[in-house]
């Protein structure tokens, strides 16, 4: 199976392209980093998310420790990768790229909102893993937020075929 992967670049996403790479049935044809965290961006704005911001800290340091090794020892196998800014990637140029590789299918994990043509282009095909319960928690911090509003029965991830609607899909 011939993927594209859109990810975010923070060492889970990594490590996930990493661990895409071990598989002998994908071919990874091309993974879209993208750069820059909104999230922290937005916390870091508003001086009140002092708690949040120490969280989101944390979990960097604490991805550095659980993912450093992995990156490491794994196989340095080499695929064809860009770092792109956060929010680009519906754009038409990058739709025109993705449409002269011809995946099979797109994985999308950590990126931001895909919208436009490359969904109807792709529908049904751009498989999204989404840390968090849909529709419980959307956006960002999904598998945070459960935790502060103590409802860690949401805590955890859904697999989806992404629509138009935002965290939402089948």
Not at 57 to 78: P, Q
Not at 107 to 119: M, P, Q, T
């Amino acid at each position: 199976m011939k993927i594209v992967i859109i990810t975010g670049s923070s060492i889970r996403h990594k490590a996930f392209v990493n661990r895409v790479k071990m598989s002998k049935e994908i071919q990874i044809q091309k993974v879209f980093y993208e750069r820059g965290d909104i999230l922290l961006k937005d916390i870091n704005a508003n001086p009140n998310n002092q708690i949040q911001m120490n969280h989101f800290l944390s979990r960097e340091a604490t991805e550095k420790d659980f993912f450093s090794w992995f990156l490491e020892y794994s196989e340095k196998t080499f695929v064809k990768e860009e770092f792109i800014q956060r929010g680009l990637i519906s754009e038409n140029s990058f739709l025109k790229e993705i449409k002269s590789i011809n995946p099979e299918y797109i994985i999308v994990y950590g990126s931001s909102i895909i919208k436009g043509e490359l969904i109807e282009e792709y529908k049904d095909r751009i498989l999204n893993v989404h840390l968090g319960l849909s529709p419980y928690y959307r956006g960002s911090g999904t598998n945070y937020f459960p935790f502060v509003y103590n409802e860690p029965e949401y805590c955890g991830a859904t697999f989806m075929f992404l629509d138009s609607g935002i965290d939402t899909g089948q």
